[in-house]
């Protein structure tokens, strides 16, 4: 598991170069201070994380148990509220903020976010189908996905079954990404490559679990 992480938002992708003067593909992350609400101990809680807000939000527009939540952690209410699933929490307390120097230049990391909706889609694009044959006796069945199921034996289609539906919009992680650049003071971070997600979605940035 991880042993640091942070929350930004994706801003988009563009392109930097580096030493040897060769382009890089890099993702924009806008990384403001998150604020440490709560630490989850596995003795108090059954597992170590740590819960963290960004941004400011008005007091008067919170629910009762938000700011009930906010107030007796004493630190200023945010937009929302993130879990950090973390190994070892004992650095780490409430009130604390963490910043985008927290990674460093060339650090390899694993980023979540929620990926882009693309809405209902044939089993062709959502799954890499090939398709029937162009000619030769197929009738209107180019981008079927062909037989689902049996006859009598036992009549009826299999659980998760790739099969045409909703694609996209799925918890996605993309591992072993590289830090171009960390800069707390702009509150940036670029990180090498395409990160899942659109733009303003929230990314949960940790260090590699896996290693390069």
Known sequence: MATKAIVGEKVGMTQVWDEDNRVVPVTVLR???????????????????????LGVKDANKLTQPEAGHFAK?????????????????????????ISADILGQGEKVDVTAVSRGKGFAGAMKRH????????????????????????????????????????????????????V?????AEILLVKGSVPG???????????????
């Open 73 to 97: 952690a004493g630190v200023d209410a945010g937009r929302k509220l993130v879990e950090l699933r973390l190994d070892d929490v004992s650095e780490y307390t409430v009130g604390q903020e």
């Open 181 to 185: 650049k960390s800069d707390s003071e």
């Open 31 to 53: 990384v403001t201070p998150c604020r440490v609400v709560q630490v989850k101990t596995p003795e108090t809680d059954g597992y170590s994380a740590i819960q963290v807000t």
């Open 198 to 212: 659109a733009r303003g979605a929230t990314v949960i940035v940790r260090d590699a679990v896996k290693g390069a």
């Open 128 to 179: 890499g189908f090939g398709g029937a044959p162009a000619s030769h006796g197929a009738h209107r069945v180019h981008r079927k996905p062909g037989s689902v199921g049996q006859c009598a034996t036992p009549s009826r289609v299999f659980k998760g079954k790739k099969m045409p539906g909703r694609m996209g919009n799925d918890k996605v992680t993309t591992l072993n990404l590289e830090i």
